[in-house]
Nanobody, 118 residues
């Protein structure tokens, strides 16, 4: 098992930046895939970005060029740098992870709120 704790959410005006962090309770080297989903009010949860730490990260088309996901192996963390934020980026952002030992099972953090206003 792994526990995931998110931090860094908040409120910002359009065009601003936020950085989200997700800390895992075990070594990141036990984790195959890690990333972020988000859920806007009244909408389904959608993938924002993911990384395996090996190949190129994956990004949703809506955030490409604005968001950057990165892993810090020393701190067992994954960060999401969000620049040029738009009101449509508003939502609850959830960190998720798949362990090498359980590749089919996702683990989720509790989420952190991001609000972007005009």
């Amino acid at each position: 098992q792994v526990q995931l704790v998110e931090s860094g959410g908040g409120s910002v005006q359009a065009g601003g930046s936020l950085r989200l962090s997700c800390t895992a309770s075990r070594s990141i080297f036990d984790i195959w895939l890690m990333g972020w989903y988000r859920q806007a009010p009244g909408k389904q949860r959608e993938l924002v970005a993911s990384t395996t730490g090996g190949g190129e990260p994956d990004y949703a088309d809506a955030v490409k060029g604005r968001f950057t996901i990165s892993r810090d192996n020393r701190k067992n963390m994954v960060d999401l740098q969000m620049n040029n934020l738009k009101p449509e980026d508003t939502g609850v952002y959830y960190c998720y992870a798949h362990l090498l030992a359980e590749p089919a099972r996702p683990y989720w953090g509790k989420g952190t709120q991001v609000t972007v206003s005009l």
